[in-house]
């Protein structure tokens, strides 16, 4: 029972990736309830030694990776919505024009370097977190991070900024 309350606390950060990954809440949501549902049915091979939440998330990370095959056999894109409401005073536009670039570059990225600099800047995944949830190891995380916010420097035109930054602490 104490594990299936854990799962239920780190519902908010996997919704949360869902969305980022697929930018359609609709759709985040149907991902993250099968991705709880195949949890609890798969909860006999969790070990208990390990970390929860790197678990869960390599549970997601794979669920979406067979949604993103099924979309491209079957010739669907994967929607796109703006998340981000227009800016109420000329004060904010500039940060909310960088906002919404950088959220394009990011949904420019190869989709392996977009889902590790999501873990790590999105949900504040330690390295070691991030490479089990994506189950490479954190060498080859390493590199696409490197290649993704490099990418995201060139994309944006901000050559000399500084890498982003987790967003979220846990």
Known sequence: MAVLNEIEALIPDLRRYACALLR???AADDLVQDCLERAVAKLHTYSGDGALRPWLFRILINRHRDLMRRDQRAGHLVPVDD?????????????????????????????????ALLLVALEGATIDEAAQALDIPKGTLLSRLARARSSLRQMTGREGASSPRPLHKS
């Open 24 to 26: 359609d809440r609709t």
């Open 83 to 115: 998340l981000v409401t227009e800016p109420a005073n000329a004060a904010t536009q500039d940060a909310h024009m960088a906002l919404r670039e950088t959220k394009a570059a990011i949904d420019r990225l190869p989709e392996d370097q977009r889902r």
